[in-house]
């Protein structure tokens, strides 16, 4: 399994577009087993969720995200956790023990993902 972090510095990033870089955490057995580092490639409108995407992201994990790029990640079935702060690989630890939620600072009606039942209880 792989999770991106948007990040800036060790940091969770607050918005996902405009993020310094993209943390992608390696996960075997419910554990991280590598981290590496992406430059984000720059902000256009559809292009970071394709590209997390294509590299096997299977969880994203922000401060926030517009509704169009919470939509790609929805219809590729890519896990997106919203509303996340502080350092990234705490952020990463706390979702593999389950307690990170998504509290969907920005929230669809239709998505499909397991927090699902967090959807708007801001």
């Not at 993209?22 to 394709?50: A, C, M, R, W």
């Not at 926030?64 to 956790?81: C, K, L, P, V, Y």
């Amino acid at each position: 399994m792989k999770i991106a972090v948007a990040t800036n510095g060790s940091q969770v990033s607050g918005h996902f577009g405009h993020s310094e870089s993209f943390t992608i955490y390696d996960i075997e057995n419910g554990k991280i087993s590598s981290q590496s580092t992406v430059p984000n490639p720059g902000h256009k409108p559809g292009f970071l969720p394709n590209f997390l995407g294509d590299m096997g992201v299977e969880v994203i994990i922000v401060g926030g995200m517009g509704a169009s790029a919470a939509e790609i990640f929805r219809q590729r079935n890519i896990e997106t956790i919203l509303g996340a702060q502080g350092d990234a690989t705490t952020a990463v630890e706390t979702y593999l023990r389950g307690e990170l939620h998504s509290n969907d600072a920005f929230c669809m009606e239709h998505h499909h993902h397991h927090h699902s039942e967090d959807c708007g209880n801001h």
